[in-house]
């Protein structure tokens, strides 16, 4: 996933592992994304990392708020990459559980070929499609299930970021047919010392469509952070 963006950072990066994505098994526990945020913190302190900037693209977005929630004192500074603050409506939980049982019947490439059609932009490049079909079947049944319904419990952190008083950022694509960017534009008027970054050209995947651009907005954030540039408590 990160692998395009990488290339264009030159600061000190690790890339987690989810669990029950690349080579992490999937998990075993309760579905929560609270969890994965503190497999972050432990894979921090295994690195003997006392502060980060912990950024995350979609559901990895949602880990990095569970993350400024439960482990504030390791963040330096925060980066939601197409990604939101809200819950899921009641529509969206009921989408994402007829998309568990329908894995369960019918195995991971279902999901797959359900998300396609709204993962990149109008014009992409179709090599992108591979990516997504290769995830899902890494991640398979247990991966994806716990991830749907880890998501499907989230809840709303709005008021969390808003009284973060680290460096935020904000990146967001005008194509996303996931998350609509007018919800990044309201996000962003209600947190007005927020870098705001808005990517022209792609789809909700920015990271793989628009590596440099993101690379920018994360290099941006990193400066916010070593120069102390913070927004008022």
Request: aromatic share 4%; net charge negative; proline share 6%.
């Amino acid at each position: 996933m990160w692998d395009n963006v990488l290339e264009y950072l030159v600061q000190d990066v690790i890339a987690p592992d989810l669990r029950g994505f690349g080579q992490t098994p999937a998990s075993s526990d309760e579905p929560a994304l609270e969890a994965m945020a503190d497999d972050v913190s432990k894979l921090l302190d295994s690195h003997h990392v006392e502060r980060a900037i912990v950024a995350g693209f979609s559901m990895g977005g949602y880990v990095a708020l569970a993350f400024a929630e439960r482990h504030p004192r390791q963040l330096a500074g925060l980066g939601l990459i197409n990604s939101q603050t809200l819950p899921d409506t009641d529509e969206a939980r009921a989408g994402r559980r007829a998309m568990i049982e329908k894995v369960r019947r019918e195995g991971p490439r279902v999901a797959s070929d359900a998300a396609l059609p709204k993962l990149f932009a109008a014009v992409a490049d179709q090599n992108l499609a591979s990516f997504a079909i290769e995830g899902a079947e890494c991640a398979g049944v247990a991966g994806i299930t716990w991830a749907l319904e880890a998501m499907a419990r989230r809840p709303d952190r709005t008021a969390l970021i808003e009284k973060l008083t680290i460096p935020v950022l904000l990146i967001h694509s005008i194509e996303d047919r996931f998350i609509p960017v007018e919800r990044a534009h309201a996000l962003a008027e209600r947190l007005p010392k927020a870098l705001y970054v808005e990517i022209s050209g792609a789809g909700h995947c920015s990271p793989l469509e628009s590596p440099e651009m993101v690379a920018k907005g994360l290099s941006e954030l990193a400066q916010r952070v070593e120069t102390g540039i913070t927004p008022p408590s």
